[in-house]
């Protein structure tokens, strides 16, 4: 509130503050800033604006760096309009066509004379009243501004309840905190199961600690969704960010509910809510509360996303069960293959009862989504990047359910390795598809292309190793 009001009463001074985000290096080098520039810094001699070439023929959104120009330009706008005044809409008029609302810039001159002077003199009023210190001058034309939009706005105007919602939902600020907590337990509780596993000593109160975090994650994390679904007047489910709190959301109450039974479960749910509380964390998509586009208004995409999702948890609590079995049967001592072939046997079995509702629920939200499409773009079926990845990821998962003809897959240690692997497929979908191949569906964000090769390049390598050596120790076992 005090920027904005800077940025309203004193431009001349905050356009030299070093505050507007720049999140590509591109852009930086450009700039010749760092990782924050001024607003005068967009400007060159003459006030000639240094994005306009960059910008004038419009962003391939597909493309990092015009992503990137794209939307340091945005920022560069959105200041231009505050400084002229544009983007105060804050009185609102009934007319024929419902209500309408006005600038102190907009031509008023078909308005009743006393509104229309109202909205245009009582900027300078407050302006004069910030020159002078004159606090509770400032406030009492802030309280006539708040009733003047209440009396005219009437249905219009956003009812108090969400504007509450909507300050508590700020308030609360859950992900950037409590990523960190879910990470760290669950690493923890992870480790203490796949040591727990090798060793053959199981406590069972230890094993129930990892419930604690998950049940605070899951209250957590619905009183934030609630929040944010009601201050915005639908679902939250239409960006990268609020997909990944679903997931996260999903996770905590699929581990919750089968945790006790499957102590696998609770540890894995706990790690794997972490990771996608990390990811929304990073600034993949701008997590700010907007409205609905036209495309997104229908009831198809909450039912098409909600099972997309949910089969996303599922397939990554498959993928950290086989993680936990590669790790076993790496670990695994001379003496113990008996009792390792049995554990690793028991982990497939729990892996199966994953895949099974994972490929039903992926079938069914991808089956949704063509009625949605159909809805939206009228067809069913246009072979977009994200509906192929989508089909060859229910390819690839559907494979290990036919084990009476592939008998590979009645191997265990191949069942873990395999369900490890598959799981590059859903992060090609989810991530590959948005932010490299583009598309309808594709969405871009602050999440740098770089740091995500660098992930996927460690994971994959830790991932290689793992199997490797589960491969190789099983392999002596057996001799």
Not at 206 to 226: Q, Y
Not at 286 to 294: C, D, K, S
Not at 337 to 358: N, W
Not at 457 to 477: E, K, N
Request: with cysteine; aromatic share 12%.
């Amino acid at each position: 509130e005090q920027v904005l009001a800077g940025w309203i009463f004193f431009p001349e001074q905050w356009q030299h503050e070093p505050m507007i985000r720049i999140k590509q290096d591109t852009v930086r080098k450009f700039l010749g800033s760092g990782a924050t520039a001024a607003l005068t810094d967009f400007f060159g001699p003459g006030r000639s604006y240094r994005l306009a070439e960059a910008v004038r023929h419009g962003a391939d959104r597909s493309d990092p760096a015009h992503r990137a120009f794209a939307e340091a330009d945005e920022k560069i706008q959105l200041i231009a309009m505050i400084q002229s005044g544009r983007v105060l809409r804050l009185f609102p008029e009934q007319g024929e066509n419902g209500t309408q609302w006005y600038a102190p810039t907009d031509p008023v001159r078909a308005l009743p004379k006393g509104d229309s002077v109202f909205i245009k003199g009582i900027f300078p009023l407050m302006y004069e009243a910030v020159r002078n210190g004159d606090s509770d001058g400032l406030r009492g034309l802030i309280d006539k501004t708040a009733a003047f939009q209440r009396e005219r706005g009437a249905a219009g105007f956003l009812p108090e309840g969400r504007l509450k919602a909507e300050l508590l939902y700020n308030r609360l600020d859950a992900v950037p905190w409590l990523y960190r907590i879910d990470l760290c337990c669950g690493l923890l509780a992870f480790a203490y199961f796949v040591w727990s596993l090798a060793s053959g000593r199981r406590n069972r109160r230890i094993e129930r600690l990892s419930l604690v975090p998950l049940a605070g994650t899951a209250v957590l994390l619905t009183v934030s969704m609630t929040l944010r679904g009601y201050a915005a007047g639908h679902l939250p489910l239409s960006n990268g960010y609020e997909t990944m709190i679903f997931v996260s959301w999903c996770l905590s109450l699929l581990a919750l509910g089968i945790g006790r039974r499957f102590p696998i479960a609770a540890a894995s749910g706990l790690l794997m809510s972490g990771f996608t509380l990390l990811v929304a964390s990073l600034g993949m998509a701008n997590p700010q509360i907007t409205p609905l586009v036209p495309v997104l208004r229908s009831p198809w995409l909450s039912l098409h996303v909600s099972l997309i999702m949910v089969s996303y948890a599922l397939l990554g609590l498959l993928m950290l069960n086989g993680t936990a079995a590669l790790a076993l049967a790496a670990a695994a001592r001379a003496g113990t293959a008996e009792r390792t072939s049995r554990t690793l046997a028991r982990l497939r079995l729990f892996g199966r009862l994953l895949l099974y509702p994972a490929v039903f629920l992926l079938t069914a939200g991808i089956f949704t989504g063509a009625v949605w499409a159909n809805a939206s773009w009228g067809r069913y079926w246009g072979w977009d990047p994200k509906e192929v990845w989508a089909l060859i990821t229910l390819i690839v998962y559907a494979l290990p359910l036919h084990e009476q003809s592939l008998a590979r897959f009645r191997r265990p240690l191949f069942f873990h390795a395999y369900t490890l692997w598959a799981f590059a497929a859903v992060l090609m979908t989810y991530f590959g598809v948005n932010y490299f191949l583009g598309g309808i569906h594709s969405y871009g964000g602050g999440f740098r292309p770089g740091y995500a090769a660098a992930t996927v390049f460690a994971a994959v390598t830790a991932f290689a190793l793992l199997t490797v050596a589960a491969l190789i120790r099983q392999r002596r076992m057996d001799t």
